[in-house]
């Protein structure tokens, strides 16, 4: 018998899964997305969504990973103005969205792993 899950679902199975690793208000932002974009005979895999996904507590947070440091990211991505907050985060986002996945939620963001 296989039962489908809903964002609900998955979303309290990420977290049961992954105490530490995602927050509630992002397992539920990751939670909704597969609902989306998995199809509904997938099985739960918490090792994969481990593996596939990274959460970053902001996109500051997702530059030092990424890049190292601000001045890195800004050369890397010819941000000129680091201080316009919008301008660098649309740079950010665009950079994501060129190679993988992103979930933006209240808390952060998730993004998939190259």
């Known amino acids: 018998m ?7 679902d998955i979303a309290a199975l990420i977290e049961l899964n992954n105490p530490n690793y995602y927050t509630r ?14 199809p509904d005979d ?4 918490s090792v994969a969504i481990r593996c596939a996904f990274e959460s970053f507590k ?9 890049f190292g440091s601000q001045q890195e990211c800004a050369e890397a991505l010819g941000i000129e103005d680091w201080d ?15 190679t993988r996945a992103y979930i933006e939620h209240e808390e ?4 998939t792993k190259n």
């Open 2 to 8: 296989i039962k489908i899950l809903t964002s609900i």
């Open 58 to 66: 902001s996109f500051e947070e997702f530059v030092e990973e990424e």
């Open 25 to 38: 208000c992002g397992a539920l932002a990751l939670g909704e997305w597969l609902d989306e974009y998995m």
């Open 84 to 98: 316009d907050s919008e301008k660098r985060v649309e740079a950010i986002k665009a950079h994501i969205n060129k």
């Open 108 to 111: 952060g963001l998730i993004v």
């Open 42 to 45: 997938h099985p739960f895999d």
